[in-house]
């Protein structure tokens, strides 16, 4: 099993791979190892049912039922979810006391024209903060939110979040639960503020945070192709999308991992998605 770098940022692609197959419990071993360390596995030219990369996955953590075991994000099914339009970068339920703790995504229908996922290395961001911006924000938390009613392009502020929607309170600087690395825990979608500073400084700080975030050399943008199997640490990195052309079908299967189910993070969650 033969792995090269996806990008000088994050990422390893793991050469002539066919998951499906048996591994030796070394092999698991060093997938589990550059997950931790590079944050996400690429696997090309899959073949998969949604029970393949069901058990694949299940090697990396507790399976996570969302509406089921997977889902599709999609723009031609009926069930598909996260349909269309631009994602600004986020992790899954950052909003939330825990977030999900991994996602794999296998592509089943690419536009031609193209529809990228973007990551962003956020623990890597962390290591890279200016000496002078880390000492301002070391102990910093930010109040991250989300209105399941607000398009996924535009940031929403707190004050205009419907009644109900979830948030939750986290350190700028936090932990990553399995390697303990520290992690950026703003997000361009999901982060209202800096908490108990000036309204002028909680945007300040916080443009600063992204400019080593969202940095250019910081990201990973991956092109699908049909049969691609992304596995990536939710935790570790952001990820986000362009819009796309909404004539084209774009189906990703998808299983993530995670403690707790969507329901247990967010008990009100079918209320609220039904209004």
């Not at 071993?29 to 997950?35: S, T, Y």
């Not at 031609?76 to 996260?82: A, E, N, Q, Y």
Request: overall charge negative; proline content about 6%; some cysteine.
């Amino acid at each position: 099993m033969k792995m090269t770098d996806a990008s000088p940022t994050l990422g390893v692609v793991v050469q002539d791979t066919d998951v499906r197959a048996p591994f030796t419990a070394d092999e698991v071993d060093a997938l589990r190892d550059a997950l931790d360390s590079r944050h996400l596995l690429v696997f090309r030219d899959q073949s998969l049912t949604p029970e393949e990369q069901l058990t694949f996955v299940a090697r990396f953590g507790p399976l996570c039922a969302e509406r089921q075991l997977w889902s599709y994000v999609s723009n031609s099914r009926p069930d598909g979810i996260v349909r269309d339009g631009a994602l600004r970068f986020h992790s899954d339920f950052a909003f939330a006391r825990e977030a999900v703790l991994a996602i794999s995504l296998y592509a089943v229908e690419v536009p031609q024209s193209g529809a990228p996922t973007i990551f962003a290395n956020a623990v890597r961001a962390a290591a890279m903060l200016p000496q002078a911006l880390r000492d301002r924000v070391e102990h910093a938390t930010v109040r991250n939110i989300y209105d399941f009613h607000w398009p996924d392009d535009q940031r929403i502020r707190e004050h205009q979040m419907r009644p109900g929607m979830p948030f939750h309170d986290h350190p700028l600087l936090g932990r990553h639960p399995r390697t303990a690395a520290t992690v950026v825990q703003a997000n361009e979608m999901h982060t209202d503020r800096v908490l108990d500073v000036e309204p002028d400084e909680s945007e300040s700080l916080l443009d600063a945070i992204y400019a080593v975030l969202y940095a250019d050399e910081n990201r990973y943008v991956h092109d699908w192709r049909v049969g691609d199997l992304v596995l990536w640490d939710n935790i570790a990195l952001h990820h986000g999308r362009p819009a796309f052309e909404r004539t084209e079908a774009r189906t990703l299967q998808r299983v993530a991992l995670g403690n707790y189910t969507p329901t247990e993070l967010v008990p009100n969650l079918a209320q609220l998605l039904g209004r």
